[in-house]
């Protein structure tokens, strides 16, 4: 398995709770529409919660402000990611994931990276 981690900052006209909501029911039904054309195993969206547990959380590591969230997207095999360019329907299906990410992302600030999860605790 592969992973992508894509920490989302929210396009400045846009409150918390409006992003949250457009990535959820918006993006999120694109997403399962092109789901297995994209071939993705599995798909998480974590909501950034900005309440008091966040706001003693940096205050205490001196962070900066934190992402809106962060979507995560698993794919079965470097393989399977790394090739999925050469399929016309994938590159349509990206190519709309992406028209509609410009509506509600602040793309610039917003960095996307891949990498394998390496779990050193589980007690869940």
């Known amino acids: 398995m592969i992973k992508i981690s894509f920490c989302l ?5 846009l409150t918390h709770e409006e992003f949250l909501d457009y990535w959820k029911n918006e993006h999120g039904s694109l997403v399962q529409q ?3 054309v ?4 599995r798909y998480i969206q974590f ?14 590591r001196g962070s900066p402000e934190p992402y809106d969230g962060i979507a995560e997207i698993w794919y079965e095999s470097r393989i399977a990611l790394e ?5 016309p329907a994938a590159r349509t299906a990206s190519r709309l994931l992406w028209e509609d990410e410009k509506r ?5 600030s917003s960095p996307i990276f891949a990498g394998d999860e390496i779990e050193l605790v589980r007690t869940l």
């Not at 900052?9 to 006209?13: F, G, H, S, V």
């Not at 994209?38 to 195993?41: E, N, Q």
């Open 38 to 41: 994209l071939r993705i195993a």
């Open 104 to 108: 509600f992302v602040d793309l610039e």
């Open 47 to 60: 909501h950034g919660d900005f309440g008091p547990m966040t706001s003693k959380l940096i205050a205490f």
């Open 83 to 87: 090739t999925l360019g050469q399929d």
């Open 9 to 13: 900052r929210r396009r400045a006209e």
């Open 34 to 36: 092109h789901k297995a």
